[in-house]
Antibody
Framework: QVQLVQSGAEVKKPGASVKVSCKAS????????INWVRQATGQGLEWMGW????????GYAQKFQGRVTMTRNTSISTAYMELSSLRSEDTAVYYC????????????WGQGTLVTVSS | SYELTQPLSVSVALGQTARITCGGNNIGSKNVHWYQQKPGQAPVLVIYRDSNRPSGIPERFSGSNSGNTATLTISRAQAGDEADYYC?????????FGTGTKVTVL
């Protein structure tokens, strides 16, 4: 069965960077895009960007351009999202989600990773 | 940037029908997806491409999309349907999420 398993919770100081991992299993990792979505406590879903694990091509939401980097290691079927210059407003749960084939939505999601930014 | 507007909350009596709207400029020309999110859990895709249900999603969930409004319909609402629901589209190389609707089953 398809699974996306994310790394554990992180606590970071303002100005630092965080790197969250998302390990895929149960399907061919390079055949589906990986998206990253975040959610602050009590708030809605906010899309951050996507990555094609086959080519490494990425697309980032304008809000995060210059601060976010999405990469992958195909040998271990793992995607990464690194966010730099953290500020308190970046405190949120970060999700990876698989992009379905042929515009079929985000069909599988990781369990989420809480990133807390606090001095 | 493209915006999707949803009602903040919808209430439905047990066993009745809930309708959640998602408004956007000419949204009928786009593929709309819907997600259910229960407290403390990751979102789950319940409708993709306007009206298609992923495997495992009950037939009670249905969707439509026309003009400037897409609609998620939950028939015969159950207590387990209480959750936040989000619509989503792809626009200008960006995934855009709606503002979210809290569904309460009375």
């Amino acid at each position: 069965q398809v699974q996306l398993v994310q790394s554990g919770a992180e606590v970071k100081k303002p100005g630092a960077s965080v790197k969250v991992s998302c390990k895929a299993s149960g399907y061919t990792f390079t055949s589906y895009d990986i998206n990253w979505v975040r959610q602050a406590t009590g708030q809605g879903l906010e899309w951050m960007g996507w990555m094609n694990p086959n080519s490494g091509n990425t697309g980032y939401a304008q809000k995060f351009q210059g601060r976010v980097t999405m990469t992958r290691n195909t040998s271990i079927s793992t995607a990464y999202m690194e966010l730099s210059s953290l500020r308190s407003e970046d405190t949120a749960v970060y999700y990876c989600a698989r992009g379905g084939i042929a515009a079929a939505g985000l069909d599988y999601w990781g369990q989420g990773t809480l990133v807390t930014v606090s001095s | 940037s493209y915006e999707l507007t949803q009602p903040l909350s919808v209430s439905v009596a047990l066993g009745q029908t809930a309708r959640i709207t998602c408004g956007g400029n000419n949204i009928g020309s786009k593929n709309v997806h819907w997600y259910q999110q229960k407290p403390g859990q990751a979102p789950v895709l319940v409708i993709y491409r306007d009206s298609n249900r992923p495997s495992g999603i009950p037939e009670r969930f249905s969707g439509s999309n026309s003009g400037n409004t897409a609609t998620l319909t939950i028939s015969r609402a159950q207590a387990g349907d209480e959750a936040d629901y989000y619509c989503q589209v792809w626009d200008s190389s960006t995934h855009v999420f709606g503002t979210g609707t809290k569904v309460t089953v009375l």
